[in-house]
């Protein structure tokens, strides 16, 4: 199990040392230092504002300002930058427990890979079109890669349930009722397509915003301190969506560049009203732009549908396994 199994499975259980943690602005921030320590990197190396974390299994890329994090050279958006303190890099620490722990030691989210059913949920339909183009709708295309994954996960065992089966309207609300109707364990995988300027283009993924963290793109409200169902799953959450981006990507070829057909816009965090409401681990994951010129082509093309239906599945099998593992005594 190549990239994500060994992103996801890759710190050594138990500490050494704690988190060493600094007040920037009244936040907690931890040093890298200490996650150096605490999460068993063999080697650090840092040039003016930027810093690498290395061990066998994982490399860890920050800079100084900026709220991007790459991990094996798969792209997560912190939700506040990396700062410095004095002479020490930091990074926040609820980004640090919330996002980079649950990625590095997945085998300590409890029960996570106590599950057989995975819930669907292909994004718009019926009047509800979504992003359009020449070519077709989203709606059209999403329930087509989830019809492709279902099949596919079949194959390997596993019991699907789609939130719909034909082009017809469902509420959002409607999704979240459908999905919490299924009582035994599973995992909800929304699947959308983007739309915005013509030259806008790549794959991002979409977690729920833990509690006290801001929706993607705006400031924090006195709302994101509220608790919803799927903050249960904060855990399970980024793992998932780890798995399923980085399976993508990697079935397309892509590891954290452009390639000219398409790019890694990050996993990020969000306040989506399928998310808030679930009550099983659960991602929303837009694959790809109807509105860029090259890749409403791609889109519209069986390979590629059959390609992200693969990578889908990928992720379903590594993170099942990833999340499954026992910690080290």
Same mark, same amino acid.
């Given at each position: ?29 931890? +040093?890298? =230092? !200490? *996650? #150096? ?6 080697? &650090?190396?840092? +040039?003016? =504002? !930027? *810093? #690498? ?6 490399? &860890?890329?920050?800079?100084?300002? !900026? ?263």
């Amino acid at each position: 199990m190549a990239l994500l199994v060994t992103l996801l499975f890759a710190s050594r259980a138990g500490a050494q040392a704690g988190w060493e943690i600094v007040k920037i602005e009244d936040r907690d921030y931890v +040093t890298v =230092d !200490s *996650i #150096k320590t605490f999460y068993h990197f063999a080697k &650090m190396t840092r +040039t003016g =504002d !930027s *810093i #690498k974390l290395e061990n066998p299994r994982v490399e &860890m890329a920050l800079k100084v300002g !900026s709220q991007e994090c790459l991990m094996n050279s798969v792209k997560f958006v912190f939700s506040y930058p990396i700062e410095i303190s004095g002479s020490k890099i930091c990074v926040s620490r609820i980004d640090l427990a919330k996002l980079v722990d649950p990625v590095l030691r997945p085998n300590y989210i409890k029960n996570a890979g106590n599950f057989r059913t995975v819930i669907i949920d292909p994004g718009h339909g019926g009047k509800d079109a979504g992003a359009t183009n020449p070519f077709g709708s989203e709606a059209n295309y999403t329930l087509k890669v989830a019809g492709k994954f279902k099949t596919q996960l079949e194959a390997k065992g596993f019991k699907v349930v789609l939130t719909r089966k034909s082009d017809v309207f469902l509420s959002l609300q409607e999704r979240v009722d459908l999905a919490n109707a299924v009582k035994d364990p599973a995992l909800f995988i929304s699947i959308h397509f983007n739309s915005g300027s013509s030259a806008a283009h790549g794959i991002e993924t979409f977690t729920l915003s833990p509690q006290g963290v801001a929706h993607y793109g705006r400031n924090l409200k006195s709302s994101d301190f509220s608790n919803f169902n799927g903050n249960e799953h904060d855990s399970a959450n980024i793992a998932l969506a780890t798995s399923v981006h980085g399976s993508i990507l990697q079935r397309l070829g892509i590891q954290g560049k452009g390639n000219g057909v398409s790019f890694d816009r990050g996993i990020k965090r969000a306040r989506w009203s399928v998310l808030t409401g679930v009550q099983h681990p659960a991602i929303l994951v837009e694959c790809g732009f109807v509105s860029h010129p090259y890749e409403a082509r791609l889109i519209e093309n069986e390979a590629y549908q059959n390609t992200l239906a693969t990578g889908l599945t990928d992720a379903v099998v590594k993170y099942r396994y990833a999340v499954s593992q026992r910690p080290q005594p």
